[in-house]
């Protein structure tokens, strides 16, 4: 079974075409393909009342409650949440790296995700940011030239980023990775459960 995939979106990424009616909350409960799930749904979809449905959704099923931040304008929302950890996309620009920070110095965990496909400059990171091996990206550019340089700097995790059911697998980053000799972090880990290969 997968350690943990904290990267899932449902049907509350409404907007988002790529969800499919049956990716809910009692599917990947019912899959349970991983020992630590945390849901990460777009937070542009979460705004008002829904929020709230959602955080009690996630909890309900004893997920981790996370949400992924695609536009740089939704991190004080995003601070202003009480989210476990959050994902974010972190473009190559000034002011995602010093929203990045703010993030960091939340004390909330901050995964940086799929950077290749985003060109993030992992150098300009703080390096208590967990980077990300994210199964539907990795394989789309130079993964060994890309994250070659940075496997001392920085902890990283793997992640399904599933947005359809059959999504829900992590099997290209963990080639990656092992090609790469990383060790997974695990986030809501046991302290001494932390770097399993
Ligand atoms: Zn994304
Ligand atoms: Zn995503």
Request: with cysteine; net charge negative; charged share 25%.
């Amino acid at each position: 079974m997968i350690h943990q995939d904290l990267h899932i979106h449902t049907v509350f990424s409404t907007g988002d075409s790529s969800v499919v009616p049956g990716q809910t909350l009692e599917l990947i409960a019912s899959v349970g393909h991983a020992e630590v799930v945390g849901i990460s749904d777009h937070i542009e979809y979460l705004r008002g009342s829904v929020f709230g449905d959602y955080a009690e959704a996630v909890g309900d099923r004893g997920f981790r409650l996370g949400a992924e931040i695609v536009h740089v304008e939704d991190v004080d929302f995003a601070l202003s949440l009480p989210l476990e950890y959050r994902v974010f996309h972190c473009y190559d620009e000034d002011e995602c790296y010093t929203s990045a920070e703010r993030m960091v110095d939340s004390g909330k965990p901050l995964i940086i995700a799929h950077p290749m496909a985003l060109g993030t400059d992992l150098g300009r990171l703080p390096e208590e940011c967990y980077v990300e091996i994210n199964n539907r990206y990795v394989w789309r550019g130079d993964w060994r030239s890309y994250f070659t340089p940075w496997l001392e700097r920085f902890d990283f995790i793997y992640s399904s980023d599933a947005h359809q059911p059959h999504w829900l697998n992590q099997n290209v980053a963990r080639y990656v990775a092992s090609q790469l000799g990383i060790r997974e972090t695990l986030i809501f880990g046991n302290k001494e459960r932390k770097s399993v290969a």
